[in-house]
Each structure stands twice: as C-alpha cells, then as structure tokens.
C-alpha cells in the first residue's frame, strides 16, 4: 500500500530528474466490475479471514452481501503512476 507513494523518491534516489506522479481511484458502485472483484477476492480469502479471528462468519457473509446492495460503494485500489528522466 505504501510503495506507490515512494516512487517518485525511489526514482529520485536512483539518479533521475524530471520526476513526477500520479494516483487515481475509481468509486465502484454495487453489482459493477470492480464491485464483482473485490466480492470474489474476499470470497477465496474468506478461510483465512475468518481463521484470523478478526472478523465473526456472520460479520464475513453481512459484509459479502453488503457488496450487491443497491446503495453500495467503494473506493478501488489505488493505481500509482511516476516517471522520470535520466539526466
């Protein structure tokens, strides 16, 4: 989560000039692309969620179901872009 926003010092620290960068995120609204996604990413980790501890079988399913309601909405990941210049 916290690599995107050290590129530009990354490539800064690798001797490039011109640096920039960007982020951006999408609202995904219920029943859309990214909410399908994100329903079947914590689908085939749900073992392992619930296993933690940190989150109850039925908090898990409330929570999947959340997802297809109609007022739903999330925010994506968040997708980094930098670029630079050999000097």
Do not use: H
């Not at 050290?6 to 620290?13: A, G």
């Not at 609202?27 to 392992?48: D, T």
């Not at 109850?56 to 872009?81: G, H, K, M, N, Y």
């Amino acid at each position: 989560m916290r690599y995107g926003r050290l590129l530009p010092q990354r490539l800064q620290s690798n001797g490039l000039g011109s640096i920039g960068a960007e982020a951006s995120a999408s609202i995904w609204k219920a029943r859309s692309a990214g909410a399908r996604l994100l329903k079947l990413s914590c689908q085939e980790l749900r073992k392992p969620m619930i296993g933690s501890g940190l989150i109850s079988q039925t908090e898990f399913d409330a929570d999947i179901r959340r997802v297809d309601e109609q007022d739903f909405l999330t925010l994506s990941p968040t997708l980094w872009t930098a670029w630079g210049q050999v000097p």
